[in-house]
């Protein structure tokens, strides 16, 4: 069976920067309280209308092609991780991304799973290349969360971003070290829950048409969240996905030489981490320049980690993520 190797990764953030004190501007809040309750400082944000889910899922993946060395017309597999896709029911981003990188020979789907969509839909790919389905694949985890945001609601708007991360993962043949992240593992879990996180409108369950001009005056098609039981919830889970994690390929969590989370949250981030007695360092945290991007937040924190020098041959990396759903999961890389 070959094993299923990441060989590039990329990420790509809108350029405009939203910086805390302009939300001041916005909601009743200050820069201190974003920075000492979430630990973000400024995050980016599309300029309204002028780009898209599939934009920025487009900048991650050039990049991480271009670091891969693998041409578009390569790719058999494209998986887009996204809550926000272009448009409400359809088309999904993948094809319109496979049309505009010129991936010919790629099938492929959306995936719908919020902040926990990079890593589920890297434990798809993973699944389809070990067992020969697909032996060049994509992976993209991609929000632009300001189009569901509630630019009201002080809890929320400043928390979320836009953003995009992908990952190029290929077949290896075994006794072929192909150079990268070999996924060894790659897990998930949910329980179903309807008021953590939720759109309330604009789905099956509550359509939107003429005559819900009260309903969208109250921001019922935008993103409600429960944030305290969402953060008791964060915290739990991404402390024992990680132990689950460990446990799956052998080793004990400190065996780990990076765990990159979901940026969620500084303090839920460190919460788990001193839960666990692991080592603050050795932990991928940049939700302070780019916020809480969801389905981008894992590959965004992984792409930076490679770039950075962070990872190196023989490294085991852990990432996990959890959102709404509920949802979680969790992968181990190791590097070679
Ligand atoms: O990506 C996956 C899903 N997301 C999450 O899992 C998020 C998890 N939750 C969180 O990150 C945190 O719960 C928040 C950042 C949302 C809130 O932080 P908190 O420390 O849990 O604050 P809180 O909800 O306990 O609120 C404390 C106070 C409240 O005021 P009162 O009732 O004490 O007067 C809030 O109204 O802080 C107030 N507050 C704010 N104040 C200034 C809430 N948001 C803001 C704000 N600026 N932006």
Do not use: K
């Not at 896709?85 to 789907?109: H, I, K, Q, S, T």
């Amino acid at each position: 069976m070959p094993s299923a190797v990441i060989t590039g990764t990329g990420m790509c953030v809108p350029e405009r920067v939203v910086t805390n004190a302009e939300l001041e501007r916005l909601v009743d809040t200050s820069d201190a309280w974003i920075r000492t309750r979430t630990g973000i400082r400024e995050r980016r944000l599309v300029a309204p209308g002028e780009q898209a889910s599939t934009d920025l899922a487009e900048g991650a993946a050039r990049q991480a092609l271009a670091a891969a060395g693998v041409p578009a017309q390569a790719l058999d597999l494209i998986v887009v991780a996204t809550c926000t896709p272009d448009y409400p029911a359809m088309p999904a981003v993948a094809p319109l991304l496979a049309g505009r990188l010129g991936a010919e020979r790629a099938g492929g789907f959306d995936l719908s799973l919020a902040c926990t969509g990079f890593v589920a839909a890297l434990a798809t790919v993973q699944a389809f290349v070990r067992s020969g389905a697909a032996s060049t694949a994509l992976v993209v985890g991609v929000d632009v969360m300001s189009s569901i945001i509630d630019w009201s609601d002080r809890s929320t708007c400043v928390i979320f971003a836009d953003g995009a991360g992908a990952a190029v993962v290929r077949a290896s043949p075994a006794g072929d070290a192909l150079a990268g992240g070999e996924v060894l593992h790659a897990s998930l879990g949910m329980q179903g829950n309807e008021t953590a996180l939720v759109v309330p409108a604009g789905g099956s369950r509550r359509p939107l048409g003429a005559g819900d001009a009260a309903l969208l005056a109250r921001g019922d098609n935008r993103l409600r969240m429960a944030g305290q039981q969402t953060f008791r919830f964060a915290v739990t889970t991404m402390a024992a996905e990680i132990e689950r994690a460990a446990r799956a390929v052998g080793v004990s969590p400190a065996e780990f030489a990076l765990v990159v989370p979901h940026q969620v949250n500084e303090r839920i981030i460190a919460a788990a981490i001193e839960r666990l007695g692991y080592p603050r360092e050795r932990v991928v945290i940049d939700i302070d320049r780019w916020g809480n991007t969801c389905g981008g937040s894992v590959p965004i924190a992984l792409d930076e980690a490679v770039r950075g020098g962070r990872v190196q041959p023989g490294d085991l990396v852990c990432l996990v993520a959890f959102g709404a759903g509920l949802s979680w999961g969790s992968a181990v890389l190791r590097w070679r």
